[in-house]
């Protein structure tokens, strides 16, 4: 299926890896690339050189394209925009700010931009200062989210812009997929399924709570301190809700969660780490390879698609 994605980062499947903090490190990236997708690193708040590492590590595993998401809100984001220069990836998806700084030196560096938005507005403006396509990401995505859903911000996206549109939360199959590119998508990008693949280098503990989770399993913490977070529900989300209820400042919130991600990922704890998905948890239920699930999303989009 060859789309203006396909072409623009030089892959053969129009499936997007997320660049999830903690999780999508060089195994799972080389491993979605060597399926036909495109996958990424997480560079999330990790210092440029560990960043770097994962880069040549994905490199040692493949010699296809690849990409890093960096976090803009990172201490060391200014480090990591010339590290990926420096190292020759393919792209950079960017998310939680504004990468217009770094435009210039990256397009120079023929590294396309693909920042992650929310909104109409953030999406004309990234295209206005360069981006070579978006994520339109709706609220049923994992971890921070706006407030459009998928449904209806993919459309809206792609009737403002005139550059690609990749359309991102509550996407984990075939179904999901050609829904999207209905809706106008050129790509989709997903994480949480990627979660639970055999490359995927997170804690069993994790995998676990997404193959489990019901489809009310899903909530989402901090929408009173506009820092809206979606996960699994656990010990620590009924307790964040509870005082989120009672009135509690985002500083002591934040006390609830300081390392929950790292908890969660490495250490396993999932009553007391944050356990983030995507909505589209419920539908998540078996282990395979990330050659496996591409190849199946897209021989159940194709037939949707009628492109078989």
């Known amino acids: 299926m060859e ?6 980062l030089g892959i053969e499947k129009p499936i997007i890896q997320g660049g999830m903090a903690w999780v999508a490190e060089s195994h799972l990236a080389a491993a979605v690339s060597e399926a036909g997708g495109f996958g990424l690193i997480g560079a999330a708040n990790a210092p440029a050189e560990v960043v770097r590492n994962y880069i040549r590590e994905a490199k040692e595993l493949t010699d296809r394209p690849f990409g890093v998401n960096i976090m803009l809100l990172s201490p060391f984001a200014d480090e990591i925009a010339q590290v990926v220069v420096e190292e020759g ?8 700010g504004n990468p217009e700084k770094y435009m210039a ?14 909104s109409v507005a953030l999406a ?3 295209e206005r200062c360069g981006a070579d ?8 995505s994992g971890g921070h989210i706006g407030q459009a859903t998928t449904m209806t911000l993919v459309p809206q996206v792609v009737d403002a812009v005139s550059i690609p549109v990749i359309a991102a939360g509550g996407i984990a199959d075939g179904r999901g997929f050609a829904a999207a590119m209905m809706l106008g998508a050129e790509a989709v990008q997903m994480g949480t399924r990627f ?10 503990n994790y995998k676990e709570c997404i193959l489990k989770a019901k489809d009310i399993d899903s909530e989402v913490t901090g929408r009173s301190h506009g820092h809206p977070v979606r996960g ?5 989300t009924r307790e964040y809700l509870k005082l989120e209820a009672e009135g509690a400042s985002f500083e002591d919130l934040e006390k609830l969660t300081l390392g929950g991600l790292k908890k969660a990922v490495v250490d396993g704890d999932t009553d007391h780490g944050s356990v983030l998905a995507g909505q589209i948890a419920g539908m998540v239920t078996k282990r395979q390879s990330c050659k496996e699930i591409v190849d199946e999303i897209m021989e159940q989009a194709e037939r949707l698609l009628k492109l078989k």
């Open 105 to 118: 030196r990256w397009k120079e560096a023929d590294i396309k931009v693909i920042p992650v938005v929310a």
């Open 89 to 96: 990836v393919a792209a950079v998806t960017t998310g939680a």
């Open 232 to 236: 699994l529900r656990n010990r620590m």
């Open 3 to 8: 789309t203006r994605v396909t072409k623009l």
């Open 195 to 204: 979660c639970v693949s055999d490359e995927c280098v997170i804690h069993e």
């Open 124 to 126: 004309k403006r990234m």
């Open 133 to 140: 396509a978006v994520v339109a990401e709706g609220t049923e």
